[in-house]
T-cell receptor
């Protein structure tokens, strides 16, 4: 079965650079979520989209932005990168509604040097 | 706001031992509850879920019962295996599913042969 696809798997950037992470949800999943997981930490919710509109916002820094496109894929754009942005970034998708739970992608490991 | 509290790790057990990982939650409404498992270097995988009080989620020998009266969702397994070694996250999602998941801090489980 198709899963949530994230790209790239690994990314190394220098401080103050920008990065774009991509997420391709499971077909027919209309909701996409982004999470940030620091080393040894629990995942923190960043932002979600439903039907291409921002649905909810968590602890996403102002330097980050995201959007969902007409094909339901989503991109997380990160600017003025800081060392503290180094983390695993997970995307998850679900059909609308909490009872289904979410399916997570394998994540993008971002390292800022 | 919503929160999830789970027992701190690491939890170290011998193979075939009985496992309990405690999880309690605070939520304003009637959330759905989840257990996710994360193996080293991998994404989060849904282990089991429960959507209403007294529901029991089960998968791969793991079980958890949604206890509204004690706001708990403890994870249990009768006989653990070395392959169960991973980090386990308890999580909740409020009604409607628009919000992201709220995770506990994770419990690192180590099973020794």
């Amino acid at each position: 079965a198709a899963g949530v696809i994230q790209s790239p798997r690994h990314l190394i950037k220098e401080k103050r650079e920008t990065a774009t992470l991509k997420c391709y949800p499971i077909p027919r999943h209309d909701t996409v979520y982004w999470y940030q997981q620091g080393p040894g930490q629990d995942p923190q919710f960043l932002i979600s989209f439903y039907e291409k509109m921002q649905s909810d916002k968590g602890s996403i820094p102002d330097r980050f932005s995201a959007q969902q496109f007409s094909d339901y894929h989503s991109e997380l754009n990160m600017s003025s990168l800081e060392l503290g942005d180094s983390a695993l970034y997970f995307c998850a998708s679900s059909p609308r509604g909490h009872i289904y739970g979410y399916t997570f992608g394998s994540g993008t490991r971002l390292t800022v040097v | 706001g919503d929160s999830v509290t789970q027992m701190e790790g690491p939890v170290t057990l011998s193979e075939e031992a009985f496992l309990t990982i405690n999880c309690t939650y605070t939520a304003t409404g009637y959330p759905s509850l989840f257990w996710y498992v994360q193996y080293p270097g991998e994404g989060l995988q849904l282990l089991l879920k429960a959507t209403k009080a007294d529901d029991k989620g089960s998968n791969k020998g793991f079980e958890a019962t949604y206890r509204k009266e004690t706001t708990s969702f403890h994870l249990e397994k009768g006989s653990v295996q070395v392959s169960d070694s991973a980090v386990y996250f308890c999580a909740l999602s409020e009604e409607g599913g628009a919000d992201g998941l709220t995770f506990g801090k994770g419990t690192h489980l180590i099973i020794q042969p």
